[in-house]
């Protein structure tokens, strides 16, 4: 498999406190990573700094073969990385299709134009229709954002992260605060996007009955430090991973 | 968010512009006069909403490039009396001011970046005061021509009377007010908008946020200078008061006025401000007062602002009239 994301040795502190402490990590294209680990292990701030959010204090970012160390943000976006946050992040006064198309246009490097209307945007608009349609919020791409259901946000923020078309998603505990069956449809996406699309997805996620069933490659984050990774099956055997972050709920 | 306007706010617009065009016709040097106050807060109110409205940045500074664009078509008009020449000057000297603040100011967010503009506001306001041999100090520059719009060999028309001048401020107020209507309508609208509603959201959209923060300033500084510019022909001065804060805060009253989340929303602000200011000046000295007064009865009365309430409330109401339900 390709090596699609690269971390050597990263390291991120914040006063005292070390968050991520010499981080390596590979990530090859197209297996769904499932990244674990108890409050504060640095899950978060693994994704921050692969996107740009922050600056690594030490260690270096290899993304399709390229040091990404210093790269701003938004470029890393336009080489294919994207995201989603842990707590909601949309365009809650633009229209759900707003929300979607605004990343398309900033792909088709069509965002600053001054003097095109919108409406005249139609490659970009069909695209953004298409994605909304996947995510099926199809028909409610007039409505504004911000008076969708807590479920249907979350789904519109996954469809946020996918327009940019990207090879690698960090999803940041997509399933948050939903309810089963809105989980259930937000991790069928997932799954459905892994599967037919060339996008890798890499998910922070609390849930392990998500975890288990969804990913690929489980890596296990403690303190700052990845403590074991590998298929879900050898993580749920692993006795050191089970001590400090299964134990309880395996055994209950 | 109507993407189209209904058919009788386009009718009513229509009217409105030729009311406008008809306007020195049928009234006075005064309500010309007047007229033109208005037209000119109103583009300083709309290049100050794209700034706060759309893209959620508030800035207090936006007298300092009223001022540029005022005092730079004042020196320009002195030298060579040629309107366009003063005007684009002005509009030119404003926004390459708003380039180089704007530089600095985008940096920050919330009440820095409205501290930043207040200081770099009052810096402009101090060289208008004290940088005398350029700018006349507080006498400021007097003796400013109505010069005619020339193109040299090719086309000369004065504009000395009152009528024609509000004439050339009411086609260049209503082309900025169709480009405004047009950009925040286009891909860099819906780019200032996304900015507004969620700064990291649209930098991992792929988009350098601190860049766009700059356009708008630059759009907003554009406009303010022409505010400026087309000032002191009418008024034949121009003074330092123009910089002052206390300006500043004319865009920001009048935009709350009419409504921060409406298009148009500034323009109908730009109205009533002047006319209650009009008004009040006539019956007390402490106009502000009375005016700080209304404007805060206004705000709290009309919930997103008074444009916001006729387009939202009272032109469905009449909509349903119309069509006999």
């Not at chain 2, 700059?214 to 500084?221: K, S």
Request: charged share 15%; hydrophobic share 50%; glycine share 10%.
């Amino acid at each position: 498999m390709d090596e699609l994301l690269k971390t050597m040795n990263l390291r991120k502190a914040f006063g005292e406190l070390v968050a991520v402490d010499g981080v390596t990590l590979t990530l090859p294209a197209g297996r769904l990573t499932a990244i674990i680990g108890p409050n504060g292990a640095g899950k978060t701030t693994l994704i921050n700094l692969v996107t740009g959010a922050l600056a690594p204090d030490a260690g270096t970012i290899v993304f399709k073969g390229e040091e990404i160390n210093r790269l701003p943000t938004h470029r890393r976006i336009h080489r294919g990385l994207s995201r989603s946050f842990q707590i909601m992040n949309i365009y809650p006064r633009l229209s759900v299709l707003q929300n979607v198309l605004l990343p398309v246009l900033a792909r088709r490097g069509r965002n600053g134009q001054p003097f095109a209307r919108l409406e005249s945007e139609t490659e970009a608009r069909a695209e953004a229709e298409g994605i909304l349609a996947q995510i099926g919020l199809g028909g409610q791409g007039s409505l504004p954002a911000g008076i969708l259901s807590h479920g249907d946000q979350r789904l519109l923020e996954l469809g946020i992260a996918l327009a940019p078309g990207p090879e690698l998603c960090l999803l940041d505990e997509p399933s948050a605060g939903l309810t089963p069956v809105e989980r259930a449809s937000v991790l069928e996406l997932i799954r459905r996007f892994s599967v037919e699309r060339r996008t890798t997805f890499a998910i922070v996620e609390h849930d392990m009955d998500v975890v288990f069933t969804l990913a690929d490659w489980i890596v296990v984050l403690n303190r700052g430090r990845v403590l074991a990774e590998g298929p879900p099956a050898e993580i749920r055997e692993n006795r050191e991973v089970r001590e400090v972050y299964l134990g309880e709920e395996l055994e209950a | 968010m109507a993407d189209r306007l209904p058919r009788l706010a386009v009718v009513l617009l229509v009217a409105l512009v030729v009311l406008l065009f008809l306007l020195p016709l049928m009234a006075g040097r005064y309500p010309v006069y007047l007229a033109i106050q208005i037209l000119i807060l109103s583009v300083f109110a709309l290049g100050f909403n794209l700034l706060f409205g759309y893209t959620g940045l508030l800035s207090f500074g936006q007298a300092g490039f009223f001022a540029v664009g005022a005092y730079g078509c004042a020196k320009i008009l002195l030298a060579v009396p040629n309107l366009l020449l003063g005007l684009a000057g002005g509009v030119a000297a404003a926004g390459i001011a708003a380039v180089i603040l704007g530089f600095l100011s985008v940096r920050h967010t919330r009440i820095y970046f409205a501290m930043l503009t207040l200081a770099f506001g009052m810096m402009i306001y101090s060289i208008a005061w004290k940088w005398r041999d350029f700018t006349g100090g507080d006498d400021g520059l007097v003796g400013i021509p109505r010069a005619p719009i020339e193109i040299p060999g090719l086309f000369g028309l004065s504009v000395a009377t009152m009528e024609r001048y509000y004439y050339v401020v009411l086609v260049l107020s209503l082309l900025a007010v169709w480009a405004m209507y047009r950009l925040v309508r286009s891909p860099l609208g819906l780019t200032l908008q996304a900015i507004r509603d969620s700064e990291t959201r649209t930098e991992f959209a792929g988009i350098p946020v601190r860049a766009y923060r700059l356009v708008a300033f630059t759009i907003a500084g554009l406009y303010a200078g022409l505010a400026g510019a087309l000032l002191p022909p009418l008024e034949n001065t121009v003074t330092p008061p123009y910089a002052h804060w206390s300006h500043s805060a004319e865009p920001v009253l009048a935009t709350l006025l009419g409504g921060i989340h409406t298009f148009g929303g500034p323009i109908v602000g730009a109205f009533l401000f002047i006319m209650i200011k009009d008004i009040i000046v006539r019956f007390t000295q402490y106009w502000l007062i009375w005016l700080g007064a209304i404007v805060v009865v206004l705000v709290l009365g009309f919930r997103g602002g008074v444009a916001s309430v006729i387009m939202n409330r009272l032109l469905p109401r009449l909509l349903r009239i119309g069509s006999g339900r």
